[in-house]
């Protein structure tokens, strides 16, 4: 039997359009992408871009792939590519020299919850060799992990990781000001007078930087715990704050990153990976994505997120 296929949100309905010559009908897809029909305008938005397509496949972030076909290293059909080309199922796309398999039917993201340990980069280069957050995760067919975010080398807890450059983006885009929560020990404990001046806002180098809420997690002395709040990722953000005010940090640990929460149980060094009806809820939760005229502003945006840590 015939199987009938869902009609796509990306692309009207499809519809029988006369040809003038009196051939057979065209499909109203393919009879505006090739500008058959009545006067139609070509519908170029029926391919995807070229960036957005590698992003979403998890070869990076869109503003990562941008610059890589402007150096040169992305070809398509043996050409070399340019920012905004659009793409198809027949394109042969090269990156690096190396012929890559994308796949343009929807499929639900993949997304990992690594429970991040000290000594650990979120990166998968370092000229000091240390340890990767990358080196113990899963091995991924036809695209690599992407970090939502960062955490610092001594900073430890929560880290996402997904295979979907979409996703990835509305996760940690500045625009969406998702809220992060870290559990925090000092050496010693915050006086009102404090408390008030880090919700207010303190002055650092790039600006002012605030917590969205603070709250003492009990202990004391050197084992004093406090729970923060707050909706950026600018780099080691927490740290700085609190050296602002003349108080040391002694260990920082993400316990959720927006409506994800480490999962009870998940210890140091391990991961777990969601569900694919618990991916659905997670992108029913987030802000809606930009629409297409907002499309290639990257992961990075203005702000490129660092670790707040």
């Not at 009545?38 to 990076?60: N, Y």
């Not at 003492?216 to 002395?221: A, C, K």
């Amino acid at each position: 039997m015939p199987q009938h296929r869902k009609p796509s949100p990306f692309r009207p309905p499809s519809k029988s359009t006369p040809r003038p010559d009196g051939g057979a009908p065209v499909r109203g897809d393919r009879a505006a992408a090739t500008g058959r029909g009545q006067g139609r305008t070509p519908l170029v938005d029926a391919e995807p871009k070229l960036h957005k397509a590698l992003a979403d496949a998890g070869f990076g972030s869109r503003r990562e792939l941008e610059e890589w076909i402007v150096a040169g290293r992305i070809s398509v059909n043996g050409l070399p590519a340019h920012v905004g080309q659009r793409i198809g199922p027949d394109d042969k796309i090269r990156v690096n020299g190396k012929l890559i398999q994308l796949r343009f039917a929807s499929k639900t993201p993949r997304v990992l919850l690594y429970h991040k340990p000290e000594g650990e980069i979120v990166s998968r280069e370092d000229p000091g060799l240390r340890a990767s957050v990358f080196d113990r995760l899963p091995r991924i067919k036809g695209g690599r992990w992407i970090a939502v975010g960062r955490l610092d080398f001594n900073s430890c807890g929560l880290l996402l990781l997904t295979n979907n450059g979409d996703l990835a983006n509305r996760l940690m885009h500045p625009r969406y000001e998702l809220e992060r929560e870290y559990a925090v020990r000092v050496i010693g404990e915050l006086s009102d007078d404090l408390r008030e001046r880090l919700l207010a806002g303190v002055e650092l180098e790039d600006g002012q930087a605030r917590f969205n809420s603070l709250a003492d997690g009990g202990g004391e002395g050197t084992n004093h715990w406090y729970k923060v709040t707050l909706s950026e990722g600018r780099n080691r953000e927490i740290r700085r704050m609190l050296e602002a005010v003349g108080v040391t940090v002694s260990r920082l640990m993400r316990v959720r990153y927006g409506p994800v929460a480490m999962p009870p149980g998940l210890k140091r060094g391990m991961w777990k990976e969601l569900e694919p009806q618990q991916v659905l809820e997670l992108q029913k939760a987030l802000p809606p994505g930009p629409g297409r005229k907002a499309e290639g502003g990257g992961a990075g945006g203005k702000k490129s997120e660092k670790s707040a840590t």
